[in-house]
């Protein structure tokens, strides 16, 4: 592993609208550097996607981006990130993904020229590559469409370039429902890890080549199925935090590949990011509610950079068109985060606090993530001698912290949840820091469930 | 009947005692499990009707019933699948020569376009659970392979499930090609996006907003 130290060791210096390596795009927006910038995410209503409707789809994507800089501007927004994650269809002909980030560029570049207005856009790519089960992540037919996108779409003007990548993805999926903690290490410590060092190395490479900024990833599959699967209580929250933590040491290798900044908004796994490496973060709390429902609503921007509302389908409500809304939630949201910055660091820090206090006692998921608690697992994470050894360690500190809390009276969980600190800790008992006695043991449980050598093993 | 074995059967289905040698529930180790117990209820003349309603489908229910009440989590309820499966072995050639009948068959696939299955296969578990016959098409399933399989199962219930807004809209021309070859056939959607309202505007006669619920409606509207 690259980071051995952290780069921002307080929970005070783990500041939103705050990074120690602020990004800058080409239109100027500079991401971590004092102040908190909306990024706005937004899908299609229900709709096919065909050559007959690609008309209609080039102007929903254009009245979004317009609407939303229309009302960014009224609202003395300082400028906005565009997330443009693609469907299937238009990463699988990549002509249109193309075509698309071109449609909303050129929003954003008119409103730039005539009135200053700074806004880029996020390129995410959807992950192909798990079309095929199991996936075959370094020889897919998928990826010559995956990496013309990457390349051709960032000419086009996608600034930044992201993925939401899913290697480790087909074996994740059956650990989360088993609450098996041991598979769940193996799929992200060893075969995410793998599959992110091939990955980002390319993205890197393409961003390197089309001077554009090779952002972050995130472990959306992972750690999020998991707070969505707790949210509905078919898992407990308590693994859900765990995963979540583990999640870090995966999606920190996108960094270590040469990625800058910010990771992507449904990154819930950020925070550590920024306080091992000191790159800006995107991260998406209570905003993110037109997607899917979270217990982190408010301690999510404790340390955001951007701040994000997840994905809303462009439908009309009662205001305006649904992106529209969500773009003044966020504004209003990153005004007061950027207004507290203005009062100095000890207003921020309180508001940090607030934030924070507000869910901390309400949810494993929320009290892992408080700044606080983001330095003392990141810690671990940073002393681990691999991996496999950082996300054992982080788990294991996860739990006392989870444990002490619950123990103390500072955290609320049901009956039903406790048994299951016990039972995670004894399942991190025999899982071995070697990577290749990890294999060799794993390997039989899950004959056929993934290729090997499709992670290089 | 037997009624201290089929209590014992039921005892292990409902807290996922699978056999002797599975560890888990740490209150049952050393006892022997479902897969144990069915073998010494079958040779001491329990019927394995007996077995399958009064043993594993009322455990299951009991567990079902839990699970809804927010007193277990589904590694728990898939502990007792698995345990009920451990059963099921003993009583396939039952099944094969006609003796014991499930509810029905339930096919079940997420619509073509769409890679999410969590949600589908947690239905699954739930339906076969229940006393059903499941047969799992996967992920990406084009309306071909539903109608195959619908040919193959007339009597069959399909379940199509859809994640994403841009793929939901995929199960309508699904519905259309199963209803062209087999009018009859009972179709229940199901997935975040999907309201009741937009299952009965394509065509669904059912409409699941959790696998909770669309168990309910395959026993209440097909049974």
């Given at each position: 592993m690259k980071y051995t130290k952290l780069a921002v060791s307080t929970p005070e210096g783990l500041l939103f609208g705050n990074a120690l390596y602020p990004v800058t795009t080409r239109r100027g927006l500079v991401i971590g550097g004092g102040s908190v910038i909306p990024e706005l995410n937004f899908t299609l209503p229900p709709m096919s996607i065909n050559s007959d409707t690609l008309t209609a789809i080039g102007e929903h994507y254009k009245g979004i981006v317009t609407d939303a800089i229309e009302h960014a501007r009224h609202l003395h927004a300082p400028g906005v990130i565009f997330e443009f994650e693609t469907l299937l269809e238009m990463t699988q002909t990549p002509s249109i993904g193309i075509e698309l980030v071109k449609i909303m560029n050129d929003v954003c570049e008119e409103n730039y020229i005539k009135h200053g207005f700074k806004s880029e856009i996020r390129l995410t790519p959807n992950?192909?590559?798990?079309?095929d089960r199991p996936p075959?992540?370094?020889?897919?037919?998928y990826l010559d469409a995956m990496w013309e996108l990457f390349d051709k779409g960032s000419l086009a003007g996608g600034d930044l370039l992201s993925i939401e990548s899913t290697g480790g993805k087909e074996i994740h999926d059956d650990a989360l429902m088993t609450c098996d903690l041991k598979t769940s290490i193996f799929a992200l410590s060893v075969l995410g890890v793998r599959d992110m060092q091939f990955l980002w190395s390319n993205i890197v490479a393409i961003a390197k080549k089309n001077n554009k900024i090779a952002a972050g990833d995130t472990a959306c599959g992972f750690g999020n199925t998991a707070m969505v699967l707790a949210e509905k209580q078919f898992i407990p929250k308590t693994f859900a935090a765990i995963v979540r933590i583990i999640t870090a040491v995966r999606t920190l290798v996108a960094i270590e590949q040469g990625a800058v900044g910010p990771d992507k908004d449904c990154g819930y796994e950020g925070p550590f990011l920024k306080a091992i490496t000191g790159t800006p973060i995107s991260m998406e709390g209570k905003g993110s509610a037109c997607a899917h429902f979270s217990p982190v609503g408010n301690v999510?921007?404790?340390?955001?950079?951007l701040w994000s509302n997840e994905s809303v389908q462009n439908i009309k409500l009662l205001s305006g068109m649904a992106p529209t809304v969500c773009m003044e939630q966020l504004e209003y949201d990153a005004r007061l985060m950027n207004q507290a910055l203005k009062h100095g660091k000890p207003a921020a820090n309180l508001l940090q606090q607030l934030l924070a206090e507000s869910d901390q006692a309400l949810d494993p998921q929320a009290l892992i993530l408080t700044p606080k608690n983001v330095i003392t697992l990141s810690e671990e994470i940073v002393k681990g001698e691999n991996y496999i050894d950082a996300s054992v360690r982080a788990a294991k500190k996860g739990l006392d912290i989870i444990e002490e809390a619950y123990k103390s009276g500072q955290l609320l969980l049901p009956e039903v949840e406790v048994m299951w600190i016990d039972m995670l800790r004894d399942s991190l008992s025999?899982?071995?820091?070697?990577e290749s006695k990890f294999v060799e043991e794993m390997l039989p449980t899950l004959e056929g469930k993934f290729i090997p050598s499709e992670y290089g093993l | 009947m037997n009624t201290e074995l089929l209590e014992k059967l039921s005892e292990c289905v409902e807290f996922g005692?699978?056999?002797?040698?599975?560890?888990?529930?740490p209150q049952m180790k050393g006892q022997p499990g479902a897969d144990e117990i069915t073998k010494e209820a079958l040779e001491s003349g329990v019927t394995p009707t007996e077995i399958l309603n009064d043993a594993l489908i009322f455990a299951m229910n009991k567990v079902g019933q839990k699970f809804s009440e927010n007193k277990i989590f589904v590694p728990q309820m898939l502990l007792s699948a698995k345990a009920m499966g451990a059963s099921m072995v003993h009583l396939k050639p039952f099944f094969a020569n006609g003796s014991v009948k499930r509810k029905g068959t339930f096919i079940l696939g997420t619509v073509f376009g769409d890679l999410h299955d969590i949600g589908k296969n947690l239905l699954g578990m739930m339906v076969e659970g229940a006393g059903w016959e499941v047969i799992d098409l996967g992920i990406d399933v084009k309306p071909e392979k539903f109608i195959e399989a619908v040919q193959q199962h007339p009597d069959a219930v399909v379940g199509i499930s859809a994640l994403l807004t841009t793929t939901m809209v995929n199960i309508k021309p699904v519905i259309e090609a199963i209803r062209a070859v087999s009018p009859a056939t009972k179709i229940i959607v199901g997935g975040a996006p999907l309201s009741e309202e937009f299952a009965i505007s394509i065509g669904a006669d059912g409409y699941g907003k959790n696998p909770q619920e669309g168990v309910i409606w395959l026993d209440k509207h097909v049974n």
């Open positions: 992950d192909l590559r798990e079309f075959l992540n370094r020889t897919s037919k999510a921007a404790c340390c955001a950079d025999d899982i071995p820091t070697d | 005692k699978i056999n002797l040698a599975s560890p888990y529930p």
